[in-house]
């Protein structure tokens, strides 16, 4: 697992972590499977991003992402967690935390976007995000899904009718400030990010599994890229690898060998 945001919405930039004297974890096979670390971030300068253009999902007509976050103080300010730009439009998908607790994700324009409930979020805690788009949903408010703690946290929709992942996709950034909308880099851990290219309704609570990160590789859905503290390596900075070989590294910027931690979901 891996990271700790600031409320902020931002690029990210990542680079892989590994402890002296501690071998990689694997991110199949249930029996070496471990969720023992995560990322934090201080909310000043960290932040994480792809060594290249993420372009990996572009095109796809279901995407799942995944990942658990903590935020020491929701409130303190809005959290920018997950970023893809676009070379086109404003970004192909963002994801951020306003400081009311309330999720937000847009995907092409900030005109398409769908939140959850106030509160969803809460000081301190672990909690598991899931977003759901699936292309070939007809009902355009229907077509992407929030769902936090295993449970769709529903409150408002205006969607377009977009029926594929958008191209042109760029970098991936993770906590890093969006620049004229005065998000700044967030403060706040990130642990176990994937994405899917398949799955159902289902999927994010086999995920939340009562509140404790499972091997992911042993759900009914696996997903298409993964990315894992315990895999990480350090070198200056962290560099992440996909565990499934599909996309691109996570590079991060302005992090120490300590942002690894040993705090997790349990």
């Known amino acids: 697992g891996w990271g700790k945001f600031q409320n902020t919405i931002g690029a990210a930039s990542v ?5 002296a004297g501690e071998t990689a974890l694997s991110a199949s096979g249930g029996g070496s499977f471990a969720d023992t670390t995560s990322f934090s971030f201080d909310g000043v300068d960290e932040r994480f991003q792809s060594s290249s253009n993420f372009t990996c999902l572009d095109g796809e007509g279901y ?38 607790g309330q999720c937000e994700v847009t995907m092409n324009t900030g ?3 769908v939140r959850s409930n106030t509160g969803a979020i809460t000081d ?19 077509k992407m899904r929030i769902f936090v703690d295993g449970s769709l946290n529903h409150l408002v929709s205006n969607f377009s009718n977009i029926n594929s992942f958008p191209s042109n996709s760029t970098d991936l950034k993770l906590a890093n400030a969006l620049g004229t909308q ?21 999927l ?3 995920i939340y599994n ?57």
């Open 124 to 142: 301190n805690t672990w909690h598991h995000v899931f977003l759901r788009y699936d292309g070939s949903i007809s009902n355009r408010f229907d």
């Open 210 to 266: 009562n509140g404790t990160a499972n091997n992911l590789d042993d759900n009914t859905f696996t997903p298409f890229a993964w990315y894992r503290s315990e895999n990480a390596t350090y070198s200056g900075g962290w560099t992440m690898t996909d565990a499934k070989s599909n996309c691109s590294d996570l590079v991060s910027a302005n992090m120490e060998e300590a942002d690894r931690v040993e705090d997790v979901p349990s």
């Open 15 to 19: 680079y892989a972590v590994s402890y």
């Open 63 to 100: 995407v799942g992402v995944s990942f658990w976050v903590k935020i020491p103080d929701v409130s303190a300010e809005a959290s920018n967690i997950l970023e893809i730009d676009n070379s086109v439009s404003s970004s192909s998908l963002l994801f951020f935390i306003r400081t009311s």
């Open 204 to 206: 994010p609570n086999e």
């Open 182 to 202: 005065h998000f700044r880099h967030a403060n706040c851990f990130i642990n176990e990010l994937a994405f899917y290219t398949s799955g159902d309704d289902t």
């Open 111 to 113: 005109g398409s976007f």
